[in-house]
Structure formats: structure tokens, C-alpha cells
């Protein structure tokens, strides 16, 4: 994966990531329209396909609604590095497919705007604009799976299929 990196702050919440006024729909496109609105009205004008979101601590705090990940999910974002995730949206993002690392000195020293390259497989975050490379904890193989299957109910019906 490689992209942009899109910086926010600390607890962020699924309000912000999705606000509340959109949980009528669960269409992802719909969704991505209105990803970061609230924080960040230029969110869906500068988020290309491949960009990686970068974020401080507790990210995806608040509610346990899923619509969050699937927001940024379909906004195009291919990665989301933080700090620390909230353990509902970490648990969702997976589950949907959308792959996360947390990474507290990455998150801290990648600025908005730098080229990033993120291998999930291995953990390995590279920060192309300053040169310099992170480590994260890689997924466990079966994780990897599921990000791979694009999320977890894809993941189960090709397990099902063999």
C-alpha cells in the first residue's frame, strides 16, 4: 500500500469518522461522501485511492457502529496507522477488511502530506518522504486472511466454498 498521509489527532470518534446523521444508509459509497465532514471538510476533495490515514491515540473511540471503517474504507483509504485504536473499531476495521497498525512512533513523527508505503504482511511502515521505516506488529496469518478475503463474512463464505 502507498499513498498520502492523511494526519489527525487524538480520539478521534466514530461521530467524527462517520457523523450520526448518515446511519440511515449503509451503502458505502454514501458513507465515504460524508467520511471526516465534520472535522475535515476537505476529507472527501483530498483523499485519493491508496492513501493512508495517520492518527494519535484512541482512534475510532465512541459507538461500536461499523459504519466507520466502512467509511473510510470506501473514501479510498487503504491503511489506518495510529497510536492506539479504540478495541471496537479495531475489532470492526478488521472484520470489514479495512487493515490497521498501530504504530505510536510512526503516527507521531509521519506528517500530513508525506508519501507512506505500509507492507501489513510485515509490519513495516516506511515513511518514503523523510526515508525513515517503523515497525509495527504484522497480523497473524489468519488476520491477514481476512483483510485479504476483504473482510470477515467474505473471509467465512471462501472457507466455506473449499
Do not use: W
Not at 491515540?57 to 474504507?73: L, M, T, Y
Not at 483509504?77 to 471496537?88: H, K, L, Q, T
Amino acid at each position: 500500500m502507498r499513498g498520502k498521509a492523511i494526519k489527525y489527532g487524538d480520539n478521534v470518534d466514530t461521530d467524527v469518522i462517520i457523523p450520526a446523521r448518515y446511519l440511515n444508509t449503509s451503502d458505502p459509497d454514501e458513507l465515504a461522501g460524508h467520511c471526516m465532514e465534520d472535522l475535515d471538510p476537505d476529507f472527501k476533495a483530498k483523499a485519493k485511492p491508496g492513501d493512508v490515514m495517520v492518527a494519535g491515540r484512541n482512534f475510532g473511540c465512541g459507538s461500536s457502529r461499523e459504519h466507520a471503517p466502512i467509511a473510510i474504507k470506501a473514501s479510498g483509504v487503504s491503511c489506518v496507522i495510529a497510536e492506539s485504536f479504540a478495541r471496537i473499531f479495531y475489532r470492526n476495521a478488521i472484520n470489514i477488511g479495512l487493515p490497521i497498525l498501530e504504530c505510536p512512533e510512526a503516527a507521531r513523527e509521519i506528517n500530513d502530506g508525506d508519501e507512506v508505503e505500509v507492507d501489513v504482511a510485515t509490519g513495516t511502515i516506511t515513511d518514503i518522504t523523510t526515508g525513515k521505516t517503523y515497525k509495527s506488529q504484522p497480523f497473524p496469518e489468519f488476520m491477514q486472511q481476512i483483510m485479504a478475503s476483504d473482510g470477515l463474512i467474505n473471509y467465512v463464505k471462501q472457507r466455506l466454498e473449499r
